[in-house]
């Protein structure tokens, strides 16, 4: 090896050295005296959990979420698994299960309770990039002294180190990230104190004059973990040097040797038995190290891809597990399973999951035992998976250098046909291609020749099927169409589900019946108004985040341009607080900016779905039969509910709030303070919730009435109504939002309460208050006062009394039919009131 190869180590090793000693060091003493302060590790840990589990999971909320969000769909990941959990440890114990909420497949909210910090880790246990993440995540701009750029400069030179691949570096290299490296750490050691700058300034010194011979010498002078990382690099280094010619070998077959030598190691393992709940996972591994020669050589699939192992889970399933269920779940988990493995697959039988994962995970029989176990319990979960009784199933994992082959790619519908009604009466199965609006019948291609042919059905109107987007099949019975409609249930069913669930029912309705002047009816007009409603409450609500975000900056400029006025009285005594008011500023306006960019997020994620609704159901209108629309309907309303409940929950966090600045009083002689900057709720923007119509989402209109009701019912929660004063509570009415409106007979105050119990306000009333009434699609509700002989209107949106109105009788209960008021009076008396309290 030449001379000047040896001198490209020696520059590599020092500079190496002084990133994993001083630098890091240097590091650790700033993290230590100016981001702890007085803090010590743990604490500063239990303090921020809520923020760096978010640096874990940046999308999903978690519980916590519910007091201040941060969950960001756009946020990416800064830390991985391993990072994380050096710092905190999760105990399952502890975690709340209402906590958790999913949607399907999909995770919708985690629980932070069994998060805490591990109170083993020390602050000199983070490497460079873990101290970069938790200082940039946890330390807003401007809280803490020093530059950000500083600890960047640092780690931008060990990555520089990590990705050179022979272990040298030029000299100009060396001088040039020495020299960058260097200063910054000078800047944070001139920022943690003069001693540590002192010290720092000695240790740079003694490495610039060292020699590669001196390295040794530095180790021994190092702390203890300095001195090991240092030693093992250094005896690498040699060991690199020596062996150089091996490194010149082919990197395909290093590749394959470690493939080859990790699926041998797989082939040796021994039975792993995974217990999760009382479900028992007996798992063999098997190797498959190469697969059947096929007769034609070039039809055999070889993996290409020199990372991946692929992985054959066989279940034997026990016959309580519904494997149409579990199937078509893995058909829609995009994660990857126990955090390895992405399914590829899936086959019915037993239960087949073929799927891929990193073959560095696999390499050792630990590794291996981990990643079975993360995914079986994975598939427990997503699949919920459950048992009464301790259940054993039998699990063959096998293991493969090879893809699998490309015959057992299952077949997946994208669109959904309609059934031809002449063939269907003979049993025979063909695909619709015409709808007649006179026949009220599906046509095949030749079943419409033949209808085509009878000159009586010459001008009947003819429309396509077309071929739409949602599925007319039951999803229990997936080879059966829905062709029924049941009043009782409110629901379209099939001819199995008729004697599975529907014996007993006596308003069974064929769906041409049912979906007869569908776009006449009250529920097509509900889903059409609960799409208007909520696209106009969304575009609304959207525009005020966007000018929430727009006037944070106008009010920062406002409020500095206030405190450069009262400056100038206090002279520069006040520098320094204007300085610090003007980061408390800054920091304020940052997590609220944040706040309403997470909020318009999330009122996004809502519009989206709304919109496809709205596009199919307007394909429909356009090109579709009414039975299409019927389907349609019904497939959308219970999706519509779960986005109108989902932003009626969400409507009532939203509010406008603005930046303001208020110095204090007699500010010639306040030199504590230059103020403070404080964030202010505008009353008027309470019409969110206010301007918002919940819709009724009424079941098609079947021309006659439904009289079987349930015959049980249970409790679903007990409210206790605690106040100062005596209670006697006649009637409740409820509000549009869920608020509980209580008429209590013992005093003139309406008691409002929220639907989980949670007093609210009182409103008062002229008069002691029996019964009330909500009026439908208004802001108004209205009580009888029987003392009073009156009713008087009441603003539910501000919870303010309205006009009185007196009748010419004792009057008690109360009930709105149409636009008209019904008040029950003494003796028998009917008393009917309009809106404007004229009887």
């Given at each position: 090896?030449?001379?000047g190869?040896?001198?490209?180590?020696?520059?590599?090793?020092?500079?190496?050295?002084?990133?994993?000693?001083?630098?890091?060091?240097?590091?650790?003493?700033?993290?230590?005296?100016?981001?702890?302060?007085?803090?010590?590790?743990?604490?500063?840990?239990?303090?921020?959990?809520?923020?760096?589990?978010?640096?874990?999971?940046?999308?999903?909320?978690?519980?916590?979420?519910?007091?201040?969000?941060i969950?960001?769909?756009?946020?990416?990941?800064?830390?991985?698994?391993?990072?994380?959990?050096?710092?905190?440890?999760?105990d399952?114990?502890?975690?709340?299960?209402?906590?958790?909420?999913?949607?399907?497949?999909?995770?919708?909210?985690?629980?932070?309770?069994?998060?805490?910090?591990?109170?083993?880790?020390?602050?000199?246990?983070?490497?460079?990039?873990?101290?970069?993440v938790?200082?940039?995540?946890?330390?807003?701009?401007?809280?803490?002294?020093?530059?950000?750029?500083?600890i960047?400069?640092?780690?931008?030179?060990?990555?520089?180190?990590?990705?050179?691949?022979?272990?040298?570096?030029?000299?100009?290299?060396f001088?040039?990230?020495?020299?960058?490296?260097?200063?910054?750490?000078?800047?944070?050691?001139?920022?943690?104190?003069?001693t540590?700058?002192?010290?720092?300034?000695?240790?740079?010194?003694?490495?610039?004059?060292?020699?590669?011979?001196?390295?040794?010498?530095?180790?021994?002078?190092?702390?203890?973990?300095?001195?090991q990382?240092l030693?093992?690099?250094?005896?690498?280094?040699?060991?690199?040097?020596?062996?150089?010619?091996?490194?010149?070998?082919?990197?395909?077959?290093n590749?394959?040797?470690?493939?080859?030598?990790?699926?041998?190691?797989?082939q040796?393992?021994?039975?792993?038995?995974?217990?999760?709940?009382?479900?028992?996972?007996?798992?063999?591994?098997?190797?498959?190290?190469?697969?059947?020669?096929?007769?034609?050589?070039?039809?055999?699939?070889?993996?290409?891809?020199?990372?991946?192992?692929?992985?054959?889970?066989?279940?034997?399933?026990?016959?309580?597990?519904?494997?149409?269920?579990?199937?078509?779940?893995?058909?829609?988990?995009?994660?990857?399973?126990?955090?390895?493995?992405?399914?590829?697959?899936?086959?019915k039988?037993?239960?087949?999951?073929?799927?891929?994962?990193?073959?560095?995970?696999?390499?050792?029989?630990k590794?291996?035992?981990?990643?079975?176990?993360?995914?079986?319990?994975?598939?427990?979960?997503?699949?919920?998976?459950?048992?009464?009784?301790?259940?054993?199933?039998?699990?063959e994992?096998?293991?493969s250098?090879?893809?699998?082959?490309?015959?057992?790619?299952?077949?997946?519908?994208?669109?959904?046909?309609?059934?031809?009604?002449?063939?269907?009466?003979?049993?025979?199965?063909?695909?619709?291609?015409?709808?007649?609006?006179?026949?009220?019948?599906?046509?095949?291609?030749?079943?419409?020749?033949?209808?085509?042919?009878?000159?009586?059905?010459?001008?009947?109107?003819?429309?396509?099927?077309?071929?739409?987007?949602?599925?007319?099949?039951c999803?229990?019975?997936?080879?059966?169409?829905?062709?029924?409609?049941?009043?009782?249930?409110d629901?379209?069913?099939?001819?199995?589900?008729?004697?599975?669930?529907h014996?007993?029912?006596?308003?069974?309705?064929?769906?041409?019946d049912?979906?007869?002047?569908?776009?006449?009816?009250?529920?097509?007009?509900?889903?059409s108004?609960?799409?208007?409603?909520?696209?106009?409450?969304?575009?609304?609500?959207?525009?005020?985040?966007?000018?929430?975000?727009?006037?944070?900056?106008?009010?920062?400029?406002a409020?500095?341009?206030?405190?450069?006025?009262?400056?100038?009285?206090?002279?520069?005594?006040?520098?320094?607080?204007?300085?610090?008011?003007?980061?408390?500023?800054?920091?304020?306006?940052?997590?609220?900016?944040?706040?309403?960019?997470?909020?318009?997020?999330?009122?996004?994620?809502?519009?989206?779905?709304?919109?496809?609704?709205?596009?199919?159901?307007?394909?429909?209108?356009?090109?579709?039969?009414?039975?299409?629309?019927?389907?349609?309907?019904?497939?959308?309303?219970?999706?519509?509910?779960?986005?109108e409940?989902?932003?009626?929950?969400?409507?009532?966090?939203?509010?406008?709030?603005?930046?303001?600045?208020?110095?204090?009083?007699?500010?010639?002689?306040?030199?504590?303070?230059?103020?403070?900057t404080?964030?202010?709720?505008?009353?008027?923007?309470?019409?969110?919730?206010?301007?918002?119509?919940?819709?009724?989402?009424?079941?098609?209109?079947?021309?006659?009435?439904?009289?079987?009701?349930?015959?049980?019912?249970?409790?679903?929660?007990k409210?206790?109504?605690?106040?100062?004063?005596?209670?006697?509570?006649?009637?409740?009415?409820i509000?549009?939002?869920?608020?509980?409106?209580?008429?209590?007979?013992?005093?003139?105050?309406?008691?409002?309460?929220?639907d989980?119990?949670d007093?609210?306000?009182?409103?008062?009333?002229?008069?002691?208050?029996?019964?009330?009434?909500?009026?439908?699609?208004?802001?108004?509700?209205?009580?009888?006062?029987?003392?009073q002989?009156?009713?008087?209107?009441?603003?539910?949106?501000?919870m303010?009394?309205?006009?009185?109105?007196?009748?010419?009788?004792?009057?008690?209960?109360?009930?709105?039919?149409?636009?008209?008021?019904?008040?029950?009076?003494?003796?028998?008396?009917?008393?009917?009131?309009?809106?404007?309290?004229?009887?």
């Amino acid at each position: 090896m030449a001379d000047g190869e040896d001198q490209k180590h020696e520059y590599y090793i020092k500079l190496l050295s002084f990133i994993i000693g001083p630098a890091t060091e240097t590091l650790h003493l700033y993290f230590e005296m100016k981001v702890l302060n007085t803090l010590d590790f743990f604490s500063f840990l239990e303090k921020h959990k809520h923020v760096l589990f978010h640096e874990l999971n940046p999308s999903i909320p978690c519980c916590e979420c519910q007091k201040v969000h941060i969950a960001a769909a756009k946020k990416k990941n800064r830390l991985i698994d391993t990072q994380f959990y050096l710092l905190f440890e999760k105990d399952e114990g502890r975690e709340n299960k209402d906590h958790v909420r999913t949607q399907g497949h999909q995770i919708k909210q985690l629980c932070l309770c069994s998060i805490s910090a591990n109170g083993l880790t020390t602050v000199d246990m983070m490497d460079i990039t873990l101290l970069s993440v938790v200082i940039k995540s946890c330390c807003p701009p401007g809280s803490i002294s020093g530059h950000p750029s500083w600890i960047k400069d640092i780690k931008t030179t060990r990555n520089f180190l990590a990705h050179c691949p022979s272990g040298k570096i030029t000299k100009t290299e060396f001088d040039q990230r020495f020299s960058i490296t260097e200063q910054s750490v000078l800047n944070l050691a001139r920022v943690v104190g003069s001693t540590c700058l002192k010290l720092i300034k000695s240790q740079i010194s003694y490495f610039q004059k060292s020699e590669l011979s001196t390295i040794r010498d530095i180790i021994k002078n190092s702390n203890d973990s300095i001195r090991q990382i240092l030693g093992l690099f250094v005896e690498e280094q040699k060991n690199t040097i020596e062996s150089i010619a091996d490194q010149t070998r082919n990197l395909a077959e290093n590749t394959d040797a470690m493939k080859t030598e990790v699926l041998t190691q797989l082939q040796e393992q021994k039975r792993i038995a995974v217990d999760i709940q009382k479900i028992v996972f007996e798992v063999k591994t098997v190797l498959k190290s190469q697969q059947a020669k096929s007769t034609d050589p070039s039809k055999k699939i070889v993996s290409h891809d020199d990372g991946v192992c692929y992985v054959e889970w066989k279940l034997e399933t026990p016959g309580s597990w519904n494997i149409d269920a579990i199937k078509g779940t893995l058909e829609n988990f995009s994660s990857l399973m126990g955090s390895f493995f992405r399914i590829v697959f899936v086959y019915k039988g037993s239960l087949v999951i073929q799927t891929t994962a990193p073959i560095c995970f696999l390499q050792n029989e630990k590794d291996l035992q981990l990643a079975v176990k993360l995914f079986l319990g994975d598939l427990v979960d997503v699949c919920k998976l459950d048992s009464d009784t301790k259940t054993i199933v039998k699990v063959e994992v096998v293991l493969s250098q090879e893809t699998f082959a490309s015959h057992n790619v299952p077949e997946k519908m994208t669109i959904s046909t309609f059934a031809c009604d002449p063939c269907s009466n003979k049993n025979v199965s063909s695909e619709a291609v015409q709808y007649c609006y006179e026949c009220q019948n599906k046509f095949c291609q030749q079943c419409i020749k033949t209808h085509n042919l009878n000159a009586a059905f010459l001008q009947h109107s003819l429309t396509d099927t077309g071929t739409l987007s949602f599925e007319n099949s039951c999803a229990k019975h997936e080879r059966n169409t829905l062709d029924f409609y049941c009043v009782e249930h409110d629901c379209l069913c099939c001819s199995s589900c008729i004697p599975e669930e529907h014996t007993s029912c006596q308003k069974l309705v064929p769906l041409k019946d049912a979906a007869k002047d569908i776009l006449q009816s009250s529920m097509f007009q509900d889903v059409s108004n609960a799409l208007s409603n909520i696209t106009v409450l969304l575009d609304k609500a959207i525009t005020s985040q966007d000018d929430n975000i727009e006037c944070l900056d106008n009010d920062e400029v406002a409020i500095i341009d206030q405190v450069a006025s009262n400056k100038a009285v206090i002279i520069n005594r006040l520098d320094e607080l204007e300085t610090k008011l003007k980061q408390d500023t800054y920091a304020l306006k940052k997590e609220q900016k944040t706040e309403f960019e997470s909020a318009k997020n999330y009122l996004l994620q809502i519009m989206k779905p709304m919109k496809n609704i709205s596009d199919k159901i307007n394909e429909v209108f356009k090109n579709g039969s009414h039975e299409q629309m019927f389907v349609l309907i019904n497939k959308c309303k219970l999706e519509i509910l779960y986005y109108e409940n989902q932003l009626h929950e969400f409507m009532p966090t939203l509010e406008t709030r603005r930046l303001t600045f208020k110095p204090p009083d007699h500010i010639q002689n306040a030199v504590k303070s230059l103020g403070s900057t404080n964030l202010r709720s505008l009353q008027y923007n309470t019409q969110y919730n206010a301007d918002y119509k919940r819709p009724k989402m009424e079941p098609v209109q079947i021309p006659f009435s439904v009289s079987q009701m349930p015959s049980k019912f249970t409790l679903d929660r007990k409210i206790e109504i605690k106040h100062s004063r005596d209670i006697w509570i006649s009637n409740m009415g409820i509000t549009y939002d869920n608020r509980l409106l209580l008429c209590n007979f013992y005093s003139k105050d309406l008691l409002v309460y929220s639907d989980h119990g949670d007093y609210l306000q009182d409103c008062k009333l002229s008069g002691e208050s029996w019964d009330i009434a909500v009026i439908p699609d208004d802001d108004k509700a209205v009580v009888t006062q029987p003392l009073q002989q009156s009713i008087q209107f009441i603003n539910i949106k501000t919870m303010t009394a309205g006009s009185i109105h007196y009748v010419p009788g004792d009057c008690y209960s109360i009930c709105i039919v149409n636009d008209t008021i019904c008040v029950g009076g003494h003796k028998g008396y009917l008393y009917i009131v309009n809106k404007q309290g004229d009887i």
